[in-house]
């Protein structure tokens, strides 16, 4: 295996891995805030419950979070030397300012959240929920910038030796791919916080115990659920992808699959791109649909790979391909599903209706796969690039570590990180198991 | 503008080093100190509400380096990408097994949760120590500024080191022994009974091997890096910092006896800051010195970015800094004072 590939696979396999938490910390955080907020105004003991029963279940995914995030700021320097050599200047920017304006933020509240409820007044408490929500959702703007400007370059010049430096921070943070891909990705990230959220309360019912929580939680989940699953199709996944069309076209022609250069090109819903006879396998496909979708009109000609050189083509054609389908199917299903659950919860049924919540129970884990998906869709549609258009994947790995070195501490990464996927299940089963209820008074006094 | 960005970067290091120092002092101790459960639980909630914005120092000051000199935070992490990848390892194991301690108290789960945060926390502070000690040694750096090093080779300190030599294993157990008694202090400040009186008694033989290993380190980095000493001579009001050290683990020894918890810790802290600074200025203004001679050194100028990039951080650096700052204050403030664990449950 060539050295460029194992460091790309390093990258990948522990960025996938971290973000199966901090997007639950991002969309849980919101929850528990309404959860709190809902407490703090009706002085309801069991919504305090609630959310004290999600903070134990967040402190465990946030610590899972913070764990796996630490290697990825370390891996630009380990495994993307020549890359950070160079653009430094500009993306170090946004990492420094995640640590500096939200880890401290978040881990100070965090802290008072979680050891500081008996040593604060309710309302402070409260702050400190709302604080560590806002920590972690900056904590995700920086991120998203970072990655904003290798995927479309802005407000950069570059010095004799090559290297970019950042010309306006403004113009840095706005970055409209930045501002786009947020609103997408942190309404991914309510998503998962509420099928999980969801999902727990149909548990509870369909268990038939702790009932008025599972409740609380069906509630809370799917109404944030319902407006999350629509708003991530309309307006943030359309705009987001207009504008990818407008400045990635070929990563657009491979995420449909769009080999030829179409005028009413059609959306193909199933198939398996081909890319020696350059056409669809088995293909369903709907027409016009894929010219309206991007310029909001059938008969707009789109773009197809045809159009492009074969080295700029998106390297992994199929993976993304498949990514793309796979998230934007999931989609359709999260907005359905939770359409009707809203609708069941409106006339009262959804406690009830024993269909419904073994739906909602068995899709918490789809959100984590839309979201792993959209990432990919948005990474392999950046290649062959790793800044889009200046700086190719190729010359950008560590040079001075081997193949074998990397491959070393993948494997490394793939064992230790099986092992914390292992512990992350049972913890939060347990939690899941011991449930919101008061302790007995013996046990309350024990340390969680 | 390098200047202060050298100084910025030396700034988040030492509050790293001054902070996170103390919680992984505290995981090597627990092990030898706390004898009961209570006991046991009182020294791990004396970190809990803290450890991880401890560990943020590292992050930002990581992000800062990153873009204030990114060939150096290029080359330094490619080449030291073996150690660096075990830290980051035992960061994981750390963190993880002292949340799951809140989560999994019972018998078995309680002895390897705690053995594993014990031990990682000793590796860390010998890694830390070990790292340091390499970038005052040296690396052999290439023309274009990267390098590559195997963990160990011959264990001398010569033209083709590897990580792990005689001198690096110093600055390890300098680093060990230094951490460990900071997180002594920090026990005896924050926590009561049998546990506080035996933290203290601790910090006598630590303060002894302490004294041994700085004296022992300061020669060491002399000989294998004689230049280290031309600043001072070239500054010599700059001799205050080795004054610093002695008068500051002075302080250490008498404050302890005294019983003087706060004085004892804060002199630590100041103890930290000034080997820091004296490793700082012992290389100045090269930050990483190439074993392949001087001219390949990564020096402070070469390393520095764009003056664009500089000026804008500068702008938000200072603001956000100011008010991580406040944050850190802010909690520190409220869990000032003795644990109580009745209250600290979570």
Known sequence: MSAELIHRLHFAFTVTFHYLFPQLTMGLGLLIVALKTVALRSGDEQWDRAARFWGRIFAINFVFGVVTGIPMEFEFGTN?????????????????????????????????????????????????????????????????????????????????????QVLSFWQLLLNPWALLQYMHNMTGAVITGSFVMAAVGAFYLLEGRSKEYGQIFLKVGVIAGVIASIAIIFPTGDLHGKYVARHQPAAIAAMEGLFKTE???????????????????????????????????????????????????????????????????????????????????????????????????????????????????????????????????????????????????????????????????VLVYREISIGPEPKPAAAAVHAD | MGLIWFWLVAVMIVGYVVLDGFDLGVGVLHLFLARTEQERRMALASIGPVWDGNEVWLLAGGGTLYFAFPLLYASAFSGFYLPLMIVLWLLVLRGVSLELRNHLAMGVWQTLLDGVFGLASALLAIFYGAALANVLRGVPLNADGYFFLPLWTNWKPGP????????????????????????????????????????????????????????????????????????????????????????????????????????????????????????????????????????????????????????????????????AATYVIFVYSRFKGKVDLETSAH
């Open chain 2, 160 to 323: 083709a080191p590897g990580i792990l030599d005689w001198y690096t294993v110093i600055g390890g157990l300098v680093a060990l022994v230094a951490l460990t008694l900071h997180g002594a202090l920090w026990l005896s400040l924050k926590t009561q009974g049998e546990l506080e009186q035996r933290a203290r008694r601790m910090v006598g033989p630590l303060w002894t091997g302490l004294l041994a290993l700085t004296i022992a380190s300061l020669i060491a980095t002399i000989a294998v890096r004689p230049a280290s000493l031309d600043n001072y001579f070239h500054y010599p009001v700059t001799f205050i910092v080795p004054v610093g050290v002695v008068a500051s683990l002075a302080a250490i020894w008498i404050w302890n006896r005294k019983e003087e918890s706060l004085k004892a810790f804060l002199a630590s802290c100041v103890y930290l800051f000034f080997m820091l600074a004296g490793a700082c200025w012992g290389v100045y203004p090269v930050l990483l010195p190439a074993t392949t001679g001087p001219a390949n050194d990564i020096t402070l100028a070469r390393a520095l970015s764009g003056p664009h990039t500089l000026a804008v951080g500068l702008a938000w650096w200072l603001f956000g800094m100011a008010l």
């Open chain 1, 263 to 425: 005028t009413g090109a059609g959306i193909v819903l199933v198939g398996q791109p081909n890319e020696e006879t350059g056409q669809i396998d088995n293909p369903i496909v709907v027409n016009d649909v894929l010219s309206f979708l991007i310029y909001g009109t059938t008969k707009a000609e789109v773009k197809g790979l045809d159009q492009f050189p074969r080295d700029q083509w998106p390297t992994a054609l199929p993976l993304l391909y498949y990514a793309y389908h796979i998230m934007a199917g999931l989609g359709t299903w999260f907005a359905l599903l939770m359409i009707v659950a809203a609708f069941l919860l409106w006339r009262g049924k959804l406690y009830t209706a024993g269909w419904a919540l073994w739906a909602l129970l068995l899709s918490f884990p789809l959100p984590y796969i839309a979201n792993t998906a959209g990432w990919m869709t948005a990474e392999l549609g950046r290649q062959p690039w790793l800044i889009y258009g200046l700086m190719r994947t190729s010359e950008g790995y560590s040079s001075t570590v081997s193949a074998s070195n990397g491959l070393f501490t993948l494997l490394g990464f793939m064992g230790l990180y099986t092992l914390l996927g292992l512990l992350f299940t």
């Open chain 1, 80 to 164: 993307w030397a020549r890359f950070s050599q160079l653009s430094g200047g500009v993306i170090g920017q946004p990492l420094a300012m995640e640590g500096v304006f939200s880890f401290f933020l978040e881990s100070a509240f965090l802290g008072l959240y979680l050891y500081g409820e008996n040593r604060l007044s309710k309302r402070m408490h409260w702050f400190s929920a709302v604080m560590v929500w806002l920590g972690s959702w900056i904590s995700g703007f920086f991120i998203i910038v970072t990655d904003a400007w290798m995927q479309h370059p802005v407000a950069y010049d570059r010095l004799p030796g090559g290297q970019f």
